[in-house]
Nanobody, 124 residues
Framework: QVQLVESGGGLVQAGGSLRVSCAAS????????MGWFRQALGKEREFVVG????????YYADAVKGRFTMSTDNAKNTVYLQMNSLKPEDTAVYYC?????????????????WGQGTQVTVSS
């Protein structure tokens, strides 16, 4: 079993920055990739950032491109999502996820393990 634990969410004013973290523990896999999704109240879960199965490329949703950056600290088994120039429409619960098969990186159903989510609220 894999445990993913997000942290770092909170309330920030528009234009501000926030970094959320996702610490992974438990079972390890020889091949996997991580991703971030978000879900606003009353809306479906949507893709934020993911990595190609080869690991060679990181993809961002158009809505966050140029503002959000995903990074990894392998020594700490932690992935980060740095969010800059935040907008009220970025308000959502942010989830990290892990996939162990080379399915579509931008679809929630491709991911096998999920964190509990962390709330990010951007005030105008």
């Amino acid at each position: 079993q894999v445990q993913l634990v997000e942290s770092g969410g909170g309330l920030v004013q528009a234009g501000g920055s926030l970094r959320v973290s996702c610490a992974a523990s438990g079972r390890t896999f020889s091949r996997y990739t991580m991703g971030w999704f978000r879900q606003a109240l009353g809306k479906e879960r949507e893709f934020v950032v993911g990595i190609s199965w080869s690991g060679g490329r990181t993809y961002y949703a158009d809505a966050v491109k140029g503002r959000f950056t995903m990074s990894t600290d392998n020594a700490k088994n932690t992935v980060y999502l740095q969010m800059n120039s935040l907008k009220p429409e970025d308000t959502a619960v942010y989830y990290c996820a892990l996939r162990i098969k080379p399915n579509d990186y931008n679809l929630p159903r491709s991911y096998d393990y999920w964190g509990q989510g962390t709330q990010v609220t951007v005030s105008s």
